[in-house]
């Protein structure tokens, strides 16, 4: 079992910056690929970015890419996503999972049904 806890999320103007953490429990965090997903209200749950087990390959939705970096410490069982140049449509509440589908693998789960376990979520709102 995983436990997933995010923060780092706050309320921002358009064109700056936040970088929100996932910290994991559970000593198999390496073995998980791990993304980041958003919910705008009245909207369903979206992809934002994804990376491998040891970080070999990243995938961004094209909506954030060129914008956010996703990125993760093994040794601290923790997941990043660096925001930038932020949007009011940014505007959501950010969640990581976590999935155990397809360890040792370099495939790229983009579906949130892939995922195993999720955080509770943190808040973030850009202001224009």
């Known amino acids: 079992q995983v436990q997933l806890v995010e923060s780092g999320g706050g309320l921002v103007q358009a064109g700056g910056s936040l970088r929100l953490s996932c910290a994991a429990s559970?000593?198999?965090?390496?073995?998980?690929?791990m993304g980041w997903f958003r919910q705008a209200p009245g909207k369903e749950r979206e992809f934002v970015a994804v990376i491998t087990w040891i970080g070999g390959n990243i995938y961004y939705a094209d909506s954030v890419k060129g914008r956010f970096t996703i990125s993760r410490d093994n040794a601290k069982n923790t997941l990043y996503l660096q925001m930038n140049s932020l949007k009011p449509e940014d505007t959501a509440v950010y969640y990581c999972a976590a999935c155990d589908r397809y360890s040792g693998t370099f495939y790229l789960p983009v579906h949130s049904y892939e995922y195993n376990f999720w955080g509770q979520g943190t808040q973030v709102t850009v202001s224009s």
């Open positions: 559970g000593p198999t965090f390496s073995r998980y690929a």
